[in-house]
Every structure is written in C-alpha cells, then in structure tokens.
C-alpha cells in the first residue's frame, strides 16, 4: 500500500516534473511540495483536484492507501455531477477538512442557548454569522453572558480583543472592570491602563492612578518616573499596600474597599 505521499512522489517522477515546476503549475511554494511528498501536511481540496487532472488519476487512487487504480470507471453522465460532489466531500472527511467546529446545547433560556461553541476556519475575520451566541459562548467571535474568544463580548468576557459589559479580561480590553495588556475602563489595570482609576506600568486616571508612570487627579508612582496630578507621591515598591491606600483615601474618602485593593496589588 502507498500513501499520497509516496504517490505524488512517483507520479512527479512520471511525469518528469521537479518539485518546482509543479509548485508552478499547482500555484504554490516549493516548500509546500517538498512537505506533502514529506508527509507533513495534505493539499487544499482545490490543489488535490489540480493533482487528479494534471495527472489523470483519480482522488480516491490519491487518497487511499489500499487504491491501486488509477483511472475511474466510466459513468453514466446523468449521475456525473452528483459522482463528483460525492468525492470532494469524501476528500473533505478524509483530510480532516471541516468549516470548524460547532456544538449548540438544546437547553435554551429565553431562546438563547444556554452553551454554544463555535469556532470557523477563518479565525482572523470577525463575522457576526461566524459568531458563537449563547448564555455561555466560546469561538473565534463570542458574544453572550459569559464569553470567551479572540474577539470575545459579554458581561463577562475573556479574549484577544475582549469587550465586558461588568469584567473584561484580554490582550485588548474594554470594560467596567477592565485588565489586559491594553485596558480602557471605569476600573483599569494593565502594562497601559485607562480608566477613572486606573493601574499599571502606565497608567492614567481620571481620579487615582497607581503604576510605574501615572496621571491622574491623584497619582501614586515610582521614584524617578513620570508623574503628572494634583495629588501625588512616589512610593517604593516595598511600601506597605496600607501607607498607599492611606494616601489615596486622604483625596478619596469615598473609594469602595475593592477599588483601593485592586489599586494597590503590585505593594506588599
């Protein structure tokens, strides 16, 4: 038995072709030749059927290993176009070639599913039909309750490009409470930090900010960094967390216990 690698290595051969000059004629890179004939990776639907025609074989003779014959039986043309359609989706199952993957819960509240998961192939286009919808959605685009994708929406949201409705958590953030590389937020804390109160290595607050550089009508930050407010002080970064809150609450009475907390998690 011979695998498609070893057929396409033979039928090249046949031919007389070097790895280039089918790469040329299949419009892709030579490398991508020199795998297939490696048995690293499979050929696009498209290229498999540009195979079969350049060398007058058949898929199921490229495709499975036990088939040794090459040329297909004739058919009636009636049955033609529908013999046709039935071997690109069976080279669609062999290859492992899908759309994504989707699974829907049957459990519904309100009409929404309670669970959807939907991932697509392509996962760098941000489509709203491609997107997984439910209580719970999770896929390349999520939006739901809780939500967890690359781009991801929700009350609670984790993702690559994350937008939370009450918590977001994501390389770019967007939320209530909002913590990434990059957070925008009532409540931020990142590398940058945007927000009413906000926490980072650069962080800017429209009423307290804490970090390495930070701006903000109060404004804790590292000696001999950047500084800019009405109220500010450098502290260590040994300071004890309760000397920080005790300068934050001295301009900000009002601030929730939480809020100084998550302020001043990079003190001791």
């Not at 790469?23 to 195979?51: C, F, G, H, N």
């Not at 609670?156 to 990059?182: D, E, F, H, M, R």
Request: proline share 3%.
């Amino acid at each position: 038995m011979k695998k498609f690698c070893d057929k396409l290595i033979q039928l090249r051969r046949e031919k007389g072709y070097s790895q280039e000059q089918l790469a040329e004629y299949l419009e892709v890179s030579r490398q991508s030749v020199s795998k297939w004939e490696a048995d690293k990776t499979m050929p696009e639907i498209s290229k498999l059927i540009a195979i079969s025609q350049l060398f007058q074989v058949t898929l199921d003779y490229l495709l499975i290993d036990s088939c040794e014959e090459r040329e297909a039986a004739k058919r009636e043309p009636a049955g033609e176009t529908e013999d046709i359609r039935q071997s690109i989706n069976e080279v669609k199952e062999f290859i492992g070639y899908r759309k994504g993957f989707e699974y829907k819960s049957m459990t519904n509240i309100a009409g929404i599913p309670l669970l959807h998961i939907k991932f697509t192939r392509n996962a760098g286009r941000i489509r709203m039909k491609d997107a997984a919808k439910g209580i719970i959605a999770i896929g390349n685009t999520a939006i739901g309750v809780i939500s967890a994708g690359i781009f991801s929406v929700g009350i609670l949201s984790i993702g690559i490009l994350s937008v939370g409705l009450l918590v977001s958590l994501g390389v770019v953030s967007i939320g209530a409470l909002a913590v990434g590389v990059a957070a925008i937020g009532i409540v931020a804390g990142g590398v940058s930090s945007l927000g009413i109160y906000a926490t980072g290595v650069a962080a800017a607050g429209k009423e307290i900010a804490t970090g390495i550089s930070a701006a903000g009508k109060t404004a804790v930050a590292r000696p001999g960094e950047k500084m800019w407010g009405w109220n500010m002080t450098f502290m260590e970064e040994g300071t004890p967390r309760e000397a920080v809150k005790s300068f934050l609450l001295t301009y900000n009475p009002k601030v929730p216990d939480w809020i100084l907390d998550f302020l001043t998690l990079i003190y001791k």
